[in-house]
């Protein structure tokens, strides 16, 4: 028998919106029992979501901002009867809380040039006008509430000759500098600090620079790095080979600079023949290398790749950057080569790699909330859903003000949209299942194939009505491939696709707090703790924690927040094996769990790879590794 704390949950209520529809929309009703709003969730929702007034006081509850959200994007439907099913529809299944978009769709729609997208990629050209041009559209995006994604590696190294000026180029890391001051004085759709990913490919004279670009724990605080990696260079490491860095196509002849050692670039060789790893200039400054033979490259421009390797791995482990890309692995799944190009970078968060000015709006559904005692899933009302969000993206992509023409321009011919997951790890903790466990493993493979195949199979309904992407013709032979072999779209269905990727994984982080459920497909952080972060301080409990200690918690009233917090924190011992935390599971563990979920998924997911206290360099260049075996597209640790 369960002892009460507090007050006993309310019990499950209809919920419904009593505030006033815009003119021309159905007032939206609620068919589905919907648990109440959390008190930590509703401090979630007014702190960031809701309009303010003059003194930043919320003018919204969640009802209101379903109908301006939903309000807003309908209006890409031009057929009054489907924009009232559609807003009806939708406006269910957002009150309900099974569905949040991203967090640049819940601040800005509603608003006059309201930007609804989250991710962005951009070019960096190699001028410093295009640098400087570069700067400014991504502080315009990030004022709007979006991240921005690009590599630099296309910028000539730090030494170059300058042909126009005479002058010697300041490399990429100098420009990235640049960049970081800028995003540090705009705030991202003031709601958030602005967010970039930088990358560079492994094959760049300035690689070393690169690597150990944030050592120092205050540079580059505005970025995330990633080295893309190669096909031939992971080959030289494997092979334990030397290996040729190149720019613009042609052999790098200048020496390598290595900046912990603030010289030209050589390995140190141990006598049984391998060489030592330095993660940062202090590491080589009290390296003893008495016994070791300094071994220079063959030639100028060349490097030892399982050194480059190691050195990223010891960065990793010491900092937790840089993140790896397989960008080739990225670009074999690349549906668009044949008219679009290759692609070079992702966004900040690293579940989105698009091709250059292009931008891909999220949303994500709480598995949790289609967990069904009888069944295991509700698997209709899931297929429903999946349908619907997916208009629902393809709708904002019609009904945003895109940030810049050229933005505009490649959305409106690719138009990529990302509907993703989150409360993976609670859909698990509701069938007893350990997070991590191949019975995990199982069910990713089966959710995510699940809402993969029936996004696509709206998004081809949806582009026999409203046309297809404009790109699909030049690339059906690829489209042919991908949908029909490996999604498993039927043969007699013909290819109508309105958008070039519909599914992604996204971190979820704050959205998944307005949806009280697990974030993404991470584990549970702990199951009873005190956040603080920008929204200020809060205490959080486990509601399946709690019950499994036989305790009842009611989520709307603090007192019994707090009690029960106390009492899963005291008594965490005795929670059944599946309540495992992200702290107790391996990073291997954790790798699979991203590889199950990357093979049913379009573009990339959002994945940190926890790694224990006692985890070695060994085990993380076995857990990077790992990663390139199971075909994944980036890890990070």
Known sequence: ??????????????????????????????????????????????????????????????????????????????????????????????????????????????????????????????????????????????????????????????????????????????FMNIVNQVTDVVKQGGVRRGANMGMMRVTHPDVLRFIHAKNDQHSLTNFNISVNVTDKFLKAVDDSEWFQLEFDGEPWTDSIYDPLRDDDYVVYRRADGTTVTFSDKLAFQTADLTN????????????????????????????????????????????????????????????????????????????????????????????????????????????????????????????PVGLGIMGFADLCGNMNVTYGSAASIDLMEEMMGFIRRESWKASIKIGAEKGTFPEFEPNREAYEDFLYNRVGIPRDVPLTPRNYEVTTIAPTGTISLVAETSSGIEPNFSWAYVRRDTLGTRTYVHTLAAQALGIEVDQTEQDSIDKASEYVCEHESELPPQFISAMNISAEQHVHVLAAAQRNVDNSVSKTCNGAVHDTIESVDNLYRLGRQLGCKAVSY
């Not at 021309?24 to 029992?33: E, I």
């Open 1 to 174: 028998m369960s002892a009460a704390i507090g007050k006993q949950t309310p019990a499950a209520a209809e919920v419904s919106s009593n505030t006033t529809t815009p003119a021309g929309s159905p007032t939206p009703s609620v068919r589905r029992k919907t648990q109440p709003l959390g008190l930590n969730a509703k401090r979630v929702i007014s702190k960031r979501y809701s309009l303010k007034d003059a003194k930043g006081r919320a003018l919204e509850e969640w009802p209101d901002i379903v109908r301006r959200v939903v309000g807003h994007v309908s209006a890409a439907e031009k057929d009054p009867q489907k924009r009232d099913q559609f807003f009806a529809a939708m406006s269910e299944v957002m009150l309900a809380r099974e569905f949040v978009p991203n967090t640049p769709c819940l601040v800005n729609a509603g608003k006059t040039n309201g930007q609804l997208a989250a991710c962005f990629v951009l070019d960096v050209p190699d001028s410093i006008t295009g640098i400087m041009d570069h700067a400014k559209a991504a502080a315009t995006i990030h004022q709007t509430g979006g991240g921005t994604g690009m590599t630099y590696e296309f910028l000539r190294p730090h030494g170059a000759l300058v042909g126009s000026t005479r002058g010697v180029a300041s490399g990429p890391v100098s």
């Open 292 to 415: 070791c033979t300094i071994e220079e490259p063959p030639r100028p421009g060349m490097v030892y790749a399982p050194d480059i390797w190691n050195r990223i791995i010891a960065s990793a482990h010491k900092y937790a950057e840089p993140g790896i890309a397989f960008i080739d692995e990225v670009n074999r799944h690349n549906h668009m080569m044949k008219s679009m190009g290759p692609i070079y970078s992702c966004n900040p968060c690293g579940e989105q790699f698009l091709h250059f000015s292009n931008s891909c709006n999220l949303g994500s559904i709480d598995l949790a909330k289609f967990y069904d005692p009888a069944n295991r899933v509700d698997w209709d009302r899931l297929r429903e859903v999946t349908h619907l969000c997916t208009r629902f993206l393809d709708n904002v992509i019609d009904t945003c003000a895109w940030p810049l023409p050229e933005i505009n321009d490649v959305v409106t011919r690719t138009r």
